[in-house]
Structures are given as structure tokens and as C-alpha cells.
């Protein structure tokens, strides 16, 4: 079977995607740049139609395009959703064959040697293929050949006629660096026909072998090999049953079979399960799901199976369960760690723990505080949820913290001292003992109304009738406050 190549070149593929994600309104007459940091200066990554229309190319300085085109609209470079994007359309290119690579940064690459028939021939194909990168927002060019190489010669710098020759092209559509393209031109070898016929030894010795290498390519002389890319891994398990089962130890053998198997997967891959499926098919081809989050990437199956024991007590097996299928949703990276024997069990135990509470009431709901980088005592802290952050470990403070902090709460008092004798919350009390002061100033940088009042005097004050409060001071405008209180 003859090998047929299918090159797809998207010239404008970061511009593309920002006026698909509807971020910022871009069409054919409005000019639009995609912009990066370059010699010191913003400059043009990538352009629309309207752009270059307006006389901007690529590479020019930003703040010159702005002079040219007052109404230009314009967004940073992101290589990494480019990237992301671009493997999204080879995965819709799969429609068209199996066998898709990647071609640099912007292009891809289909194998359809035995396809092109199922679309009523190539040119059926490339039409279809067109029209749909039209429809989509693309402005791509498709071209197909024997090789590869000619294959990304005609999409380049072809017309996009059918059955053109690649003869007729110039010299840097094999793929040449610019350098190599420049001494050919100065010597009058301006397309590839003017190459062919000089003897390849004179060009293997005056222009050196990588020249050979790229002709021979285009022309099918040496073979040029697509890498398709890989499948994602597929982290899903199943178990048909001869005889259906409908005990709740039943299920939870078989789920602890399918489990080992599933987390073999994840062990290879590096990965950790967030979220699994348990699905149980019935007789009469209904289904139960049971549904489990965890509070962390987990692939140990003797700690997860517990887990299940909830959720599979629930479920109605109806005139029984013939099929067990394990699907894990949610994945993460979680490499492996050397870690201590101790260590791991404390940490597994809170996980667990909070899987448990969070599968009844929901892992969003479950917090924990973590240390902020701020004195200010209602910002030193922030909460997060528990599932999705790790503890920071012990907490810093110069000063002793109450455990319980709430909105100041005014009090009678005069004088930058405590008050012997004040009431608070319908309470009589007298001042014991009285640590401080422990002054803090407002981050001017922050706008916050509650510290609009200047500084704060801090005391911890130990009462006679036995609470230990937090109270501070205003200097700027005399007043007393209590804030917390002490365990």
C-alpha cells in the first residue's frame, strides 16, 4: 500500500485560539496580535488577518505596532495552552486515521494510507478537512503527498492547487535553515528543479550532507517516520461475573480484585486516584454507581477498599449483579516518595479520615487553617479546603495567640492601661494580671476599614473570674477593644 502523508500547518494557531476562547472579540477586521518578551522589549508572537493587513508582521516591537494601529488589540503568548490546544486537534484528526504526530509547534502530521476511501477519496478528504477547520475558527492549510517532507513543502509555500510539484518551489521548502537558505540563493539555486540537477556529491561537499539528507526526504528517496502520539491511559477496570452476586462482602471481593488491578495502572503511570466510579451492573441492565472522592492522590488498595463499605452497603442489587466496573475519574501525579514508616501513618490517617467525613457532607466542606504571611492578626491566617492543601506544619508567632479571634468588641475603659474593672458580654470582671504592650501598626499598603483607626496597643489581661483575654488599644483615637480569648 502506498504511503500517503497529510500535513496540516495552522501559521496562526496562538491567535486562533484566543478569538475561539471568546476572551477578546477578534474577527477578519479587527487587527489583533499575540504578543511575548523578546530583546528586552514586547514584541509581536503572532497576528490576524486584519493585522497584517495594517502592514504589522511578526517580531515587530509592540509599542511600533501601536503607532501604526491605534485600535490594536492584543494578548501575552501562552506556549503552554498552545501546546495543549494543538493536541487537542490531533486528537479530532484521529477521525480521519489513527496514525497523527505532531509537526513543531503548529502543524500536524496524518498517515491516511488505507483511510481515504471511508471519506470517498483524498480530495473528498482534504475538502472535508478544510470545511471543518473553517467552520471551527482555524485558518489552516492542509496539503497531502507521498512523503513528509512534500507533504510540508506544499502546505509552506505551495499554491494549494492539486497535483503540484514540489519542483517548483523554492529552496527553503526543504526544510533548510535560514543560513544553508541564504547560500543557496546566492549562488542562484533558487528552487528545488535548480537543486536536482547539480550532482549530489557537489552538494554533499559544498553545502554539507544535511542539504542531501532534506532532498532526499521530500523526494521519497530515504523514509521519513511519523511519531503518532500516544493514547492517554485508559485507568478503568471491569469484571463480568458467570453468576450474579448480591451481597454487600460479595461486591466488595470483586472490588477488591479490581482494585489491585487498578492500582497496578496508576503505580506504572505515577499516578494517584482523586475520584473513582464504582459501577454495578444489575441483571436487568440497571445500574447503581458508587461514587468515592479522596481527600489526597491515593493508589494503595488496602486503604482505599474501607473507603467503598458505605457506599456499596447502600446499593440495591436488585435480582443481582453480573458486572463490577472500577473507573478511576480523577487522577493526579503522585510520584514516589521515600518517606518514614511514622510519618506515612499520620498522614494516611488524616486523609482517610477526612475521605470519610467528606464523602457524607462534601470534602468542599471540610477546611483547614493555614499561616499567612501578614501580622495583622485577622490575616495571619487563611482558610482552605482541607482536601485540596497540605499543613504547614507548626506555626510561627512571636507573641502568644488566643484560640478563639472575633470581631472587636468595645469596652469602657480610660488610659493606655488596661481598666481594672469592665464589663463584657453581660459580664462583671476585674483585671488579675496584664502582659504588654504589644503594638502593631496597619499595612498601609491594604485597604481595610476595620484598621482605619491607626495602631494598636495588644495586652493579654488574666481576669479574676478566670478568662484570659486578648484587648488592645487606639492611641490615635482612645478606645478599648477585646478581640480574642485564650484557652
Known amino acids: 500500500m502506498r504511503k500517503r502523508v497529510v500535513s496540516m500547518w495552522f501559521p496562526n494557531l496562538p491567535s486562533d485560539r484566543v ?101 470517498g477519496g483524498e480530495d473528498a478528504m482534504l475538502d472535508d478537512m478544510r470545511a471543518r ?41 526543504l526544510r533548510l535553515d535560514a543560513k544553508t537558505d541564504a547560500a543557496l540563493q546566492r549562488l542562484g539555486l533558487r528552487k528545488i528543479s535548480d537543486l536536482t540537477a547539480l550532482p549530489r556529491a557537489t552538494i554533499a561537499r559544498r553545502f554539507g550532507p544535511d542539504v542531501v539528507l532534506r532532498l532526499d526526504q521530500a523526494m521519497g528517496a530515504r523514509d521519513e517516520d511519523i511519531s503518532p502520539l500516544k493514547d492517554a491511559p485508559n485507568y478503568g477496570v471491569r469484571m ?25 495502572k496508576l503505580k506504572d503511570q505515577d499516578m494517584g486516584a482523586r475520584k473513582l466510579q464504582l459501577h454495578l451492573r444489575r441483571v436487568d441492565q440497571g445500574a447503581q454507581v458508587v461514587e468515592l472522592r479522596l481527600a489526597a492522590p491515593m493508589r494503595d488498595a488496602g486503604r482505599i477498599l474501607p473507603l467503598f463499605e458505605r457506599g456499596v452497603g447502600a446499593v440495591d442489587a436488585g435480582y443481582g449483579i453480573d458486572q463490577i466496573r472500577l473507573i478511576a475519574v480523577q487522577v493526579e501525579h503522585l510520584p514516589k516518595a521515600q518517606i518514614t514508616y511514622g510519618a506515612a501513618t499520620r498522614s494516611d490517617g488524616v486523609d482517610d479520615l477526612i475521605t470519610r467525613i467528606g464523602n457524607r457532607i462534601g470534602l468542599d466542606n471540610i477546611h483547614r487553617f493555614l499561616p499567612a504571611d501578614s501580622h495583622i492578626p485577622e490575616r495571619s491566617f487563611q482558610i482552605a479546603a482541607a482536601a485540596y492543601s497540605r499543613s504547614e506544619g507548626a506555626w510561627v508567632a512571636l507573641r502568644p495567640r488566643p484560640l478563639h479571634l472575633f470581631a472587636p468588641e468595645p469596652i469602657a475603659g480610660a488610659g493606655a492601661r488596661p481598666p481594672q474593672n469592665f464589663r463584657w458580654r453581660r459580664m462583671a470582671l476585674t483585671v488579675g494580671h496584664a502582659t504588654g504592650p504589644e503594638r502593631i501598626a496597619p499595612e498601609w499598603w491594604l485597604p481595610d476599614e476595620n484598621w482605619r483607626s491607626g495602631l494598636r496597643d495588644y495586652w493579654k489581661v488574666d481576669t479574676v473570674q478566670g478568662r484570659r483575654l486578648w484587648l488592645y488599644y487606639t492611641p490615635q483615637n482612645p478606645g478599648w477593644f477585646v478581640q480574642g480569648e485564650f484557652a
Open 133 to 173: 477547520l473553517l467552520r471551527a475558527g482555524l485558518k489552516g492549510r492542509v496539503a497531502v503527498a507521498d512523503t513528509r517532507g512534500a507533504a510540508w513543502a506544499l502546505t509552506h509555500f505551495g499554491r494549494g492547487s492539486p497535483g503540484e510539484d514540489i519542483a517548483r518551489l523554492p529552496v527553503a521548502a
Open 240 to 264: 463480568t461475573l458467570p453468576d450474579p452476586i448480591g451481597l454487600s462482602g460479595d461486591v466488595m471481593a470483586g472490588t477488591a480484585r479490581l482494585l489491585d488491578r487498578l492500582c497496578a
Open 19 to 119: 478569538a475561539r476562547g471568546g476572551a477578546i472579540v477578534a474577527d477578519d477586521t479587527r487587527p489583533f496580535v499575540v504578543t511575548h518578551h523578546a530583546q528586552n522589549t514586547d514584541r509581536i508572537y503572532c497576528l490576524n488577518g486584519a493585522a497584517a493587513a495594517q502592514g504589522l508582521h511578526r517580531d515587530m516591537g509592540f509599542s511600533d505596532a501601536r503607532a501604526y494601529c491605534p485600535d490594536l488589540q492584543s494578548c501575552p503568548a501562552d506556549p503552554v495552552a498552545d501546546a495543549r490546544f494543538l493536541r487537542m486537534l490531533a486528537r479530532w484528526s484521529k477521525r480521519y486515521c489513527p496514525w497523527v504526530g505532531l509537526d513543531g509547534i503548529d502543524g500536524l502530521l496524518l498517515n491516511i494510507a488505507g483511510s481515504a476511501h471511508l471519506f
